[in-house]
């Protein structure tokens, strides 16, 4: 609106000026390069639709002029001289007419483009910003704003300062708090946190990633954060359904390992064939049976409901523990198995926990190596840590999957396209299990020649 | 004279399981809709009849070996038990825990 009346103002003071000019230069007698002069401004400034108006106008007032003064005596008018001055009029009218609506078409595209722009970020459910390279907000949508106010984060200063000011507000402040002064400093990559408010169970989950000038400088962050309150509520549910069918799963797999330990006691009494299935159905029930367990697991380290049972622990002892226990199914596959130790420190561990780490890093490199190749277990202390590495020689994990190994039910597919049997659980399982105690697990693998995961435990000093 | 043992477990198959395992042992079962004399529970805590078998006894519940599909921190284990075992436990495990309750 405020646009339409601004050019019907432009307009009609141009005119104006037009015909106030007209008449001056009808009256004074001014030549024709003198009038274009005079004239150009004001036909450039109607310089619209109204152009070629202003311009007929103009044309046919000077001929009627010119038909007045002929009929008037005593006047004596140049008809040459008026033909030129409307001719050159007419023309700078059509001119800037054209140029007016060219200029004005793709003002209005630029400004259909900025305003289709703002509703898009604004309609979106996510908050979204867009930060120069000292984090001084640039733009920022409507829905970050609303987020802002809910969430009680201020609304001036750079990004990772207003994210700082609401650390005592968060359900673990201190990790919060430390993690954004992480943020703050990284430039290069782009990083995904989740973080909940505390007392309200609200949980959102923010991104960021640089933004690149067209040259490839670097040109800012931008930031998103969403709420995912609804997200973690059904990772929650499908978490507590997986906990009741695992223990529900407990009776019938109770009944079968029960009467197959019978039948076991009475396997002469089978043939040959008998004793065969027996075995097979024996393994089937282990792996349900193993599958169970981790599943059990895997919803209680969920749940945060894992309690390590701490205690010394010589990690060269547990490992060659492992390793002895798995040498019979490493020979049975024709896999040289070699545990490397010297004498790390003692680390405070859970025993049972960190045994089910190693059984599962070692029967996994013997699981994805092939008869003929090798099984490389080594401890030792690094900086006064402890430092296990399980390396293989087989199969591996292609590159752009070695980012998801530790996820839940992943499996590499290297392993699928094999059949090799598994849940994706192990290596998550484990992870979780050592980040608890504090140490690290890192996997590198190359596709077809091998894989190496090591492990770091902080010893007790 | 010979021991009874009371068996409180809802599933059939299971049931039928605990009943052979604990004829071996030599001891007499015990349903859990029976009354008599009993001198230990095998058990589901966690079920409605393991529950109501043990308000039964009250505070004379002779000792108890639970069998439970939940772990011991799930709080399902009652005051009189001796032996928590989760499922599947092996038939092994289930009779060394009722040969301690006997002290044999």
Redesign the interface.
Same mark, same amino acid.
């Given at each position: 609106m405020q646009v339409a009346r601004r050019r019907y103002f432009v307009t009609f003071v141009a005119v104006a000026g037009l015909a106030a000019t007209w008449g001056l230069m009808m009256a004074f007698g001014w030549s024709s390069k003198l009038g274009i002069v005079t004239f150009a401004p004001w036909v450039a400034l109607i310089g619209f639709d109204l152009g070629l108006l202003g311009g007929a106008l103009a044309a046919g007032s000077s001929i009627g002029l010119w038909v007045i003064a002929n009929h008037t005596s005593g006047v004596s008018v140049d008809a040459a001289q008026i033909a030129i001055r409307t001719g050159t009029m007419l023309a700078l009218a059509v001119g800037s007419a054209l140029a007016g609506r060219r200029l004005r078409t793709s003002e209005e595209a630029q400004r259909t483009v900025v305003s289709l722009q703002s509703a898009l970020i604004d309609s979106t459910l996510d908050g979204i910003c867009l930060t120069d390279e000292d984090g001084e907000v640039l733009i920022s949508n409507r829905p970050l704003r609303r987020i802002s106010v809910e969430v009680g984060l201020p609304l001036s200063g750079t990004v990772p300062e207003r994210l700082l000011a609401v650390a005592d507000k968060m359900a673990e402040p201190e990790r919060y708090r430390e993690r954004m002064r992480e943020l703050a400093k990284v430039t290069g990559t782009s990083t995904i946190d989740e973080f909940e408010v505390a007392g309200t169970g609200r949980v959102f989950r923010g991104y960021t990633a640089p933004v690149s000038n067209p040259d490839g400088s670097f040109a800012g962050r931008v930031w998103t954060l969403r709420e995912v309150t609804a997200d973690r509520e059904l990772d929650r549910m499908r978490d507590a359904f997986v906990a009741t069918v695992s223990?529900?799963l407990? &009776?019938?797999? &109770? +009944?079968? +390992?029960?009467?197959l330990?019978?039948m076991q006691e009475e396997e002469q009494e089978l043939g040959e064939s008998g004793r065969h299935y027996l075995e097979v159905i024996r393994r089937g029930t282990e792996r349900l049976?193993a599958l169970v367990e981790d599943l059990?697991l895997i919803a209680q380290i969920e749940a945060k409901?894992v309690?390590l049972q701490l205690g010394p622990v010589d990690v060269a002892e547990l490992t060659s523990r492992s390793v002895e226990a798995m040498r019979p199914s490493a020979s049975d596959k024709g896999v040289t198995l070699e545990l490397v130790t010297d004498h790390p420190p003692i680390v405070q561990g859970d025993r049972n926990r960190l045994t089910q780490v190693l059984d599962n890093l070692v029967s996994n490199a013997i699981k994805f190596t092939d008869g003929g190749g090798a099984v490389t277990v080594s401890v030792a202390s690094a900086d006064g840590d402890v430092r296990l590495v399980v390396a293989d020689t087989g199969i591996g994990v292609p590159v752009e999957e070695q980012g998801q190994v530790f996820s839940r039910f992943f499996r590499a597919s290297t392993a699928t396209r094999l059949a090799i049997p598994g849940t994706g659980l192990g290596l998550s399982i484990s992870r979780a299990l050592i980040e608890q105690h504090g140490g690290t697990i890192t996997l590198t693998s190359a596709e077809g020649e091998g894989t190496q995961v090591v492990v770091t435990l902080p010893s007790e000093s | 004279m010979t021991r009874r043992v009371l068996i409180a477990e809802p599933d059939q198959d299971v049931r039928e399981l605990l009943e052979l395992t604990v004829r071996r042992l030599g001891y007499e079962t015990v349903a859990a809709n029976e009354h008599g004399n009993v001198d230990a529970m095998l058990l589901e805590p966690a079920c409605a009849m393991g529950r109501s078998v043990l308000r039964r006894f009250g505070a004379d519940a002779p000792p108890v070996v639970c069998l439970s599909i939940y772990p011991r921190e799930d709080g399902f284990e009652p005051a009189a038990s001796v032996a928590y075992l989760v499922k599947p436990a092996s038939s092994n495990e289930i009779a060394d825990a009722l040969r301690n309750v006997f002290g044999v």
């Amino acid at each position: 609106m405020q646009v339409a009346r601004r050019r019907y103002f432009v307009t009609f003071v141009a005119v104006a000026g037009l015909a106030a000019t007209w008449g001056l230069m009808m009256a004074f007698g001014w030549s024709s390069k003198l009038g274009i002069v005079t004239f150009a401004p004001w036909v450039a400034l109607i310089g619209f639709d109204l152009g070629l108006l202003g311009g007929a106008l103009a044309a046919g007032s000077s001929i009627g002029l010119w038909v007045i003064a002929n009929h008037t005596s005593g006047v004596s008018v140049d008809a040459a001289q008026i033909a030129i001055r409307t001719g050159t009029m007419l023309a700078l009218a059509v001119g800037s007419a054209l140029a007016g609506r060219r200029l004005r078409t793709s003002e209005e595209a630029q400004r259909t483009v900025v305003s289709l722009q703002s509703a898009l970020i604004d309609s979106t459910l996510d908050g979204i910003c867009l930060t120069d390279e000292d984090g001084e907000v640039l733009i920022s949508n409507r829905p970050l704003r609303r987020i802002s106010v809910e969430v009680g984060l201020p609304l001036s200063g750079t990004v990772p300062e207003r994210l700082l000011a609401v650390a005592d507000k968060m359900a673990e402040p201190e990790r919060y708090r430390e993690r954004m002064r992480e943020l703050a400093k990284v430039t290069g990559t782009s990083t995904i946190d989740e973080f909940e408010v505390a007392g309200t169970g609200r949980v959102f989950r923010g991104y960021t990633a640089p933004v690149s000038n067209p040259d490839g400088s670097f040109a800012g962050r931008v930031w998103t954060l969403r709420e995912v309150t609804a997200d973690r509520e059904l990772d929650r549910m499908r978490d507590a359904f997986v906990a009741t069918v695992s223990h529900e799963l407990r &009776t019938p797999l &109770t +009944s079968i +390992s029960g009467f197959l330990e019978m039948m076991q006691e009475e396997e002469q009494e089978l043939g040959e064939s008998g004793r065969h299935y027996l075995e097979v159905i024996r393994r089937g029930t282990e792996r349900l049976h193993a599958l169970v367990e981790d599943l059990l697991l895997i919803a209680q380290i969920e749940a945060k409901r894992v309690e390590l049972q701490l205690g010394p622990v010589d990690v060269a002892e547990l490992t060659s523990r492992s390793v002895e226990a798995m040498r019979p199914s490493a020979s049975d596959k024709g896999v040289t198995l070699e545990l490397v130790t010297d004498h790390p420190p003692i680390v405070q561990g859970d025993r049972n926990r960190l045994t089910q780490v190693l059984d599962n890093l070692v029967s996994n490199a013997i699981k994805f190596t092939d008869g003929g190749g090798a099984v490389t277990v080594s401890v030792a202390s690094a900086d006064g840590d402890v430092r296990l590495v399980v390396a293989d020689t087989g199969i591996g994990v292609p590159v752009e999957e070695q980012g998801q190994v530790f996820s839940r039910f992943f499996r590499a597919s290297t392993a699928t396209r094999l059949a090799i049997p598994g849940t994706g659980l192990g290596l998550s399982i484990s992870r979780a299990l050592i980040e608890q105690h504090g140490g690290t697990i890192t996997l590198t693998s190359a596709e077809g020649e091998g894989t190496q995961v090591v492990v770091t435990l902080p010893s007790e000093s | 004279m010979t021991r009874r043992v009371l068996i409180a477990e809802p599933d059939q198959d299971v049931r039928e399981l605990l009943e052979l395992t604990v004829r071996r042992l030599g001891y007499e079962t015990v349903a859990a809709n029976e009354h008599g004399n009993v001198d230990a529970m095998l058990l589901e805590p966690a079920c409605a009849m393991g529950r109501s078998v043990l308000r039964r006894f009250g505070a004379d519940a002779p000792p108890v070996v639970c069998l439970s599909i939940y772990p011991r921190e799930d709080g399902f284990e009652p005051a009189a038990s001796v032996a928590y075992l989760v499922k599947p436990a092996s038939s092994n495990e289930i009779a060394d825990a009722l040969r301690n309750v006997f002290g044999v």
